[in-house]
């Protein structure tokens, strides 16, 4: 049930750049009804949770969507087909995060071809630190 209402509640973000993503976002919801029944082989698709890889298990999946309950699910357009279906959804609360609060969000990326979903990466990965700019001398 859980997955059924999280389907239901997928949208494209309208007005983005990118190409129209409702059969992607209609594959996901249909796969995600699916695996929640338990009427699709989950062993067929690729896991990546990027907060722990050696997490990569269906219940890790289940776990860290379950985490925050679901309200609205936005789909996230891009400009190339062989990007994943990238969807985020609010947990309606604050976290502190290195002392400053943020609005606690989950990501999953969901790559589909042909009508089906092959690879979910879930989970927040490490940040990428980009060092600053030093410049040599002023001008």
């Known amino acids: 049930m859980f997955f059924y209402l999280l389907a239901q509640s997928a949208k494209v973000l309208a007005g983005e750049p990118g190409y129209d993503h409702i059969k992607e976002v ?5 796969f995600l009804a699916e695996a929640e029944s338990g009427e699709i082989d989950v062993t067929e698709v690729e896991l990546v949770n990027r907060a722990d890889p050696v997490q990569n298990t269906w219940r890790s999946l289940l776990d860290y969507v379950r985490e925050c309950p679901i309200e609205e699910i936005s789909a996230i357009p891009s400009t190339d087909r062989s ?3 990238n969807v985020k959804w609010d947990c309606g609360r604050y976290i502190e995060i290195e002392g400053k609060p943020k609005w606690e969000e989950r990501h999953a990326s ?5 009508g089906r979903v092959t690879k979910i990466a879930f989970g927040e990965g490490e940040p990428v630190i980009i060092p600053p700019v030093i410049r040599s001398g002023n001008k």
């Open 110 to 114: 969901f790559w589909v071809r042909r």
């Open 26 to 30: 209609a594959a996901v919801a249909n």
């Open 83 to 85: 990007l994943p279906l």
